[in-house]
Structures are given as structure tokens and as C-alpha cells.
């Protein structure tokens, strides 16, 4: 299963999904391990330390100090990892409202961390830029 590689197929039949919960950055010391205890949702090593995100309640269970109070929204199409240009076209869109976002691209689906405070404002212009792309 490569996924789609067509921008306008993968802009046009996109469906946003706003998951539950606020979502926080976090990170570890290089050497520090992961709490046994903290589910993440995202795990990044770099030679500066881990990044962690992870839902705020087990992030402070877990005592990490945390950044970054945000929404995780979810692209529901299976996009390839090679695709050219989905993620820079809704990052720009999202931009173009003053609305920061951390993508993350997994193997099936890619995922927008964007502020808490403006995710409903982001859903609404990922669901306007899907309906552009269908006309």
C-alpha cells in the first residue's frame, strides 16, 4: 500500500478529524528514558534530546514540563510518503490565517498539531480548501 501521490485527489478527498483531547510537546534529556507510563503519540530523537507529544494529563502525570497546548487533527486519506506538495499546500493555507501547525507524516495518514484555542478555525478551513479542490 504506497498511498496517493495525486495533490489534487489528496486535497480534494481529505476529511479533517479533530481527535480528542489537548495535545502537548515535551522533551527528554539525549539519554533520558521515556516514562514507562506516558502513551505518546509521537516520539522524535534528536541529537539535542527526545521530543515527546502526548495527551496534556499524561504528559503531567508523567512530570515532563510541556509546551505547545494543541489539537491533533487528523488528514483521513492514506497519502504516500513521496506525495509532492499536500502538506505545503495546508500548511500555507493554515499560514495564510495566522494559524501555526506542527505536521507529523506517518505511514498512513499525516497529522496537524495546530493551537488549541484555534483548532475549530482550522477545521473549518481544511474542510474549505477539500471542497475547493472537488469543484
Known sequence: M???TDLKKLLATMTPELR???HVFATLPPDAPVPDSLETVMLFREREGTTVIALEEE???AGLATVFHCRMVTLNIHSSLEAVG???AITARLAA???GVNPVSAFYHDHLFVPADRAEEAMAILRRLAEENRL
Open 20 to 22: 480528542p483531547g489537548i
Open 2 to 4: 504506497a498511498g496517493e
Open 86 to 88: 499536500f502538506l505545503a
Open 97 to 99: 490565517a495566522g494559524i
Open 59 to 61: 504528559a503531567k502525570a
